[in-house]
C-alpha cells in the first residue's frame, strides 16, 4: 500500500545525516531539531502553534484535556474512522456521540451533526478522512450556534487545504480550536517511528498542551495541571524536518496517482471513484473506490491472487466494537457507515509509485470487471 523502502532510497542520505547529526549531539529528548520542527511546520501549516506530542492518539486526548471538559460531556464524531477518534472521548469519561459520514465525501456528515445536538453537547470532532477536508464552514456554524469547541482529527491529511466561501484558504487542522495529526510512518507526513502534533492560533492552549504533554510543568518540578508525558523524540523531529521538505511534492505525486485512477474508473460501472469535494483539496491519504453489487471482496481476492495489495479502510463500523457496546447503540442505527465499510476498498497509494505499477493496478482492476 506504501512503500516506505522507495522513499527512504531517495531521501536518505538527508535522512542519515540528521539522525547521525542527532547520535552525536545525545540530546535524545527536547533537542534543538524539536524546536526547529514545530517552528518550520507553523510556517508551512500558516498556524501559530505547533505543540509536538507522541502520537496522534495523544493528541487527541490532549486536546481533550485541555478544553476543560466534565465526565458525561458529549463530543460528536463520524463513525467512519480510526478508533483513536474515540478512544480519547471515552478515556476520559466523556461521551462519544457517533454519526454517520456523507456518503459521497465519506467525511461527517453536517446533517447528522444537527440531528445530534444535545444541551450536554460540548464538542465537534471532525476527521478529514483520506486526505480530504470535512465541511468545516458548515460545521463552524453549527459550533457558533450552539457554542461548541471543534477539535479536528487531522492525522490522514497533513498538508490538505480548505477553501473558505470567500477564498480564503487555510491548512486542514488550523481551523478549529485545537488540530491534531498523526506522523505515522505511512501517513503523507510520516516518521520512522511514531510522532503526533497540535495545532492551535490560541496563546492559552498553547501554553496547557505544552504544559499537560510535559507533565503538568510549566515550571521545572512545578505542576499546575494533571498532565501525562507525551513528547516527539529528537530523532523523529530530525526526521521529519527532512520530509517535510518534500510534503507537497509528496502530495502532489500523490494527487497525480490518484487523477489516473480516476480517470480509468471514471467510467467503470461497477465502481464509484472518491468525491473530490469543492471546499478542499485532496492530498489521498488513502485512495478509496465504492465497490458495488456485493463484489468487493471477490475484487479484493483477484487483486491479492494478483500480488496487488488492497485494503478495507474501515472493515467494521465503531459502534459495532465490543469496547463500545456500553455506547446503546443498535446495529441497523448507522446505515451508511454500514453500507461503505461492506463497500469501501483503497487501492496503493504513495509518492513513489512507478507509472508501470499504477498501469497494472488500473488493467487489473478494469479486468476483474470485464470477466
Ligand atoms: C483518523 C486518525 N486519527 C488518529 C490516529 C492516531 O494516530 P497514531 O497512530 O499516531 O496514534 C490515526 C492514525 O492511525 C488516524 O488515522
Known amino acids: 500500500m506504501v512503500d516506505l ?5 531517495k531521501i536518505g542520505p538527508e535522512i542519515d545525516a540528521a539522525i547521525k547529526s542527532v547520535l552525536g549531539s545525545t540530546a535524545f529528548i527536547k533537542g534543538p531539531d524539536v ?13 501559530k502553534h505547533v505543540i509536538s506530542c507522541a502520537n496522534g492518539t495523544d493528541a487527541l486526548y490532549l486536546a481533550m484535556m485541555a478544553l476543560g471538559l466534565k465526565p458525561g460531556d458529549e463530543v460528536i464524531t463520524t463513525n467512519f474512522t480510526f ?7 471515552a478515556l476520559l469519561g466523556l461521551k462519544p456521540v457517533i454519526v454517520d459520514p456523507d456518503p459521497k465525501t465519506f467525511n461527517i456528515s453536517v446533517n447528522e451533526v444537527k440531528k445530534a445536538i444535545t444541551p450536554r453537547t460540548k464538542v465537534i470532532v471532525p476527521v478529514h478522512l483520506f486526505g480530504q477536508c470535512a465541511d468545516m464552514e458548515s460545521l463552524i456554524e453549527i459550533a457558533l450556534k450552539h457554542n ?16 473558505f466561501r470567500d477564498g480564503t484558504v487555510k491548512k486542514a487542522g488550523t481551523i478549529g480550536h485545537i488540530g491534531t495529526t498523526s506522523f505515522f510512518p505511512s501517513k503523507n507526513l510520516g516518521c520512522y517511528g511514531d510522532g503526533g502534533a497540535l495545532y492551535t492560533n490560541d496563546d492559552v492552549y498553547d501554553r496547557k498542551l505544552r504544559s499537560i504533554a510535559n507533565h503538568g510543568m510549566k515550571v521545572r518540578y512545578h505542576y499546575d495541571d494533571i498532565g501525562i508525558n507525551s513528547r516527539l523524540d529528537t530523532i523523529q523531529a530530525a ?10 511534492q509528496f502530495n502532489a505525486a500523490r494527487r497525480a496517482v490518484a487523477d489516473q485512477y480516476d480517470e480509468a474508473f471514471a467510467g467503470c460501472y461497477s465502481v464509484t471513484i472518491p468525491e473530490r469535494a469543492v471546499y478542499s483539496s485532496h492530498i489521498f491519504h488513502q485512495y478509496t473506490l465504492r465497490i458495488k453489487n456485493g463484489k468487493r471482496d471477490e475484487l479484493k481476492k483477484f487483486l491479492d491472487s494478483n500480488n496487488i495489495p488492497s485494503m478495507i479502510y474501515y472493515p467494521g463500523p465503531l459502534h459495532l466494537q465490543e469496547a ?3 455506547l446503546g447503540y443498535n446495529e441497523s442505527d448507522f446505515p451508511v457507515t454500514t453500507a461503505l465499510c461492506k463497500e469501501v476498498l483503497s487501492l496503493p497509494m504513495h509518492p513513489d509509485m512507478e507509472q508501470e505499477q499504477v498501469d497494472h493496478i488500473v488493467r487489473k482492476v478494469l479486468e476483474f470487471f470485464d470477466k
Not at 461548541?148 to 477553501?163: K, P, S, V
Open 83 to 89: 478508533i483513536a477518534t474515540i478512544e480519547a472521548v
Open 5 to 9: 523502502r522507495a522513499q527512504y532510497e
Open 239 to 248: 526526521i521529519l524536518r527532512v520530509k517535510l521538505r518534500y510534503l507537497s
Open 148 to 163: 461548541l469547541f471543534i477539535i479536528e482529527d487531522g492525522a490522514q491529511a497533513t498538508g490538505a487545504d480548505y477553501i
Open 35 to 47: 524546536k526547529l520542527f514545530e517552528e518550520e511546520l507553523q510556517d508551512y501549516m500558516g498556524v
Open 324 to 326: 463500545y457496546r456500553n
